[in-house]
C-alpha cells in the first residue's frame, strides 16, 4: 500500500515514547465537553499509537471544487458531489485533546450576503476523485460522515495554503499536538511566508470560530441512525465567510492496523439557505394581506 502518512514501527516507538507522558497529561486535562468525555476513556495505549500516523501534513487546507456559494434569506440549494476524505476518522480525531490533522478532513466554504438559516447536509457516495497529483480513483462507500461549522475562511490564493505542519501552525499549539484541526471548538492554522508582485508576506494564521457541529452514528450526541448521512439547520447565521469542515467519525480507525487508513471515502454535500415556507404559512399569509385589504378598503370607504 501506499501510505505516505505511515512512518516506521521503529520510528512510531520512538514517538510513542516521547508522546506518552504527554497523551497522559493532556487526557487527564482535557476540559469537560460531552464530546470529550465520551472519549475519555480510550485506552491509553491505543491513542499513543494511533496519534503519531498523521503528523506529516503532506494536503494543505483549500475549498477547490467545494465552494457552496453566495446566499441570501431567499430559499436556495447546492449540491457539491465528486470529493471525498481520506480515512474515516478525521472528525472524530478532532474532539480529543490532542486535535486531529486537517488533511483527513475536506474544508467547504459558503457566503451569506444576509442572515439566514442554513441546513447542511453530508452522505456518503461512490465519487470520481483527483488527488492533488491529478491520479483519478473511485473512492469507496462506507463514510460516518461528522462535520463542524466555523465562522471564517482559511487562507486563499494569491496567499499561500494553511497546513498544519507549517511553522507558525505547530508554534501556535500545544506541544504534543496530532495537528492544528480541533471538532468542538475555536482553532487557527497557518501558512508558510510568501510574496505577491515582489512584496513579501509574512507567514499567518486563518481563525475558525466554533459554531456547532453534527455527526452521524449511535453514540452519545450523535444523530442516532447510523445511515452514512448527517444534517443539521442552523439557525439566524450573521452574514459573512463560513468553513465547514468534513470527515469520518471513527475513532478507532486510525489505528496503524486499520488497511483502510488512506482510503479515500466519497462524500456528497448538500446546503440549504433560507428558510422553506409552510403550506399553512402561506395560507396565513395570504388570509392576512386578504385581510389587511379589506380593512384597507373599509378605511377608505369610511
Ligand atoms: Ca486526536
Ligand atoms: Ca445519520
Known sequence: MNNKYSPTSALKRKYVDILKTEKHISLDNQEGTNMKNAFRYLSAATAIATTIISLPAMAHVGYTG??????????????????????????????????????????????????????????????????????????????????????????????????????????????????????????????????????????????????????????????????????????????GDYSVFVGGTDYFAQEASNPDLSTKYGVTATLVAGVVPEPEVYAMLLAGLGLMGAMVRRRSMH
Request: aromatic share 10%; glycine share 12%; proline share 5%.
Open 66 to 239: 467545494r465552494n457552496f456559494g453566495t446566499f441570501d434569506n431567499t430559499y436556495s440549494t447546492a449540491t457539491l458531489s465528486g470529493q471525498a476524505v481520506t480515512g474515516n476518522y478525521g472528525w472524530v480525531d478532532g474532539t480529543d485533546s490532542d486535535n486531529g490533522d486537517s488533511h483527513k478532513l475536506r474544508p467547504y466554504r459558503f457566503t451569506l450576503a444576509k442572515e439566514t438559516n442554513v441546513t447542511l447536509t453530508f452522505e456518503q457516495a461512490t465519487s470520481q476523485v483527483i488527488d492533488h497529483l491529478g491520479n483519478v480513483s473511485t473512492s469507496q462507500l462506507g463514510l460516518k460522515p461528522g462535520f463542524s461549522l466555523y465562522q471564517g475562511l482559511a487562507h486563499l490564493a494569491p496567499m499561500k495554503a494553511d497546513y498544519d505542519s507549517a511553522e507558525i501552525s505547530v508554534a501556535s499549539r500545544a506541544l504534543g499536538t496530532e495537528g492544528s484541526f480541533k471538532a468542538l471548538a475555536d482553532w487557527s492554522v497557518g501558512n508558510d511566508p510568501g510574496e505577491l508582485s515582489g512584496t513579501p508576506l509574512p507567514a499567518s494564521l486563518s481563525f475558525f470560530k466554533y459554531i456547532g457541529h453534527a455527526y452521524d452514528g449511535t453514540g452519545f450526541g450523535s444523530d442516532g441512525t447510523p445511515d452514512g448521512k448527517v444534517s443539521h439547520t442552523f439557525m439566524n447565521l450573521k452574514p
